[in-house]
């Protein structure tokens, strides 16, 4: 009897609270896509039509224009699985377990570059396609003597570099 009672759950229509349910947080997921640069987009790999479709919403200045293209941004978004799109929309975000690993990554490794001068050696080991040259020149800035505003620019500027510099998915070891 259990089985009929999972087959009639089945086929009774889903109500049109819930259909409206899941296109407003299809067009929320659409809105979050719009904020992105266009070569976040581009390595989101997402569909032809739904890319082209949020290409156009950045470019229209209207609001009602905006409005019906998120709404249709989120129709085109029903026929395919979105799951791919929200991992790596957390993932961009920072939101993500492996994006908040690399993020501390990042920070431990500034400092340990900022404090030991073999460090640069050691991240060159760990990740050996990291860009040499930018990497050596924003440490010599970072630790270059400046007023406070300078110094914590530089710094900024390190970290960025370096989280540019580890890759996702990464299989290397934190440094101590």
Do not use: C, N
Not at 15 to 42: F, H, I, M, N, V
Not at 83 to 103: F, T, W
Not at 142 to 165: D, G, M, N, S, V
């Amino acid at each position: 009897m259990r089985e009929d009672q999972a087959e009639q759950l089945e086929e009774q229509p889903v109500s049109k609270s819930a259909r409206k349910r899941q296109a407003l947080r299809l067009q929320d997921l659409g809105r979050a896509l719009t904020g992105l640069r266009r070569a976040q987009l581009e390595a989101l790999d997402l569909p032809d039509r739904l890319a082209q479709a949020i290409f156009d919403y950045q470019r229209f200045a209207s609001h009602e224009a905006r409005r019906r293209q998120l709404q249709f941004i989120g129709r085109l978004m029903r026929d395919f699985d979105v799951a791919p799109i929200e991992a790596a929309l957390a993932d961009l975000r920072g939101e993500s377990a492996d994006a908040r690993y690399r993020l501390h990554q990042a920070e431990q490794w500034r400092e340990r570059l900022l404090d030991d001068p073999d460090a640069l050696t050691e991240f060159f080991d760990t990740f050996p396609d990291a860009d040499r040259q930018a990497l050596r020149q924003a440490v010599a800035r970072a630790r270059k003597p400046a007023a406070e505003p300078l110094q914590k620019a530089a710094a900024r500027a390190l970290y960025r570099l370096i989280r540019e510099q580890i890759p996702e998915h990464d299989d290397h070891q934190e440094p101590d």
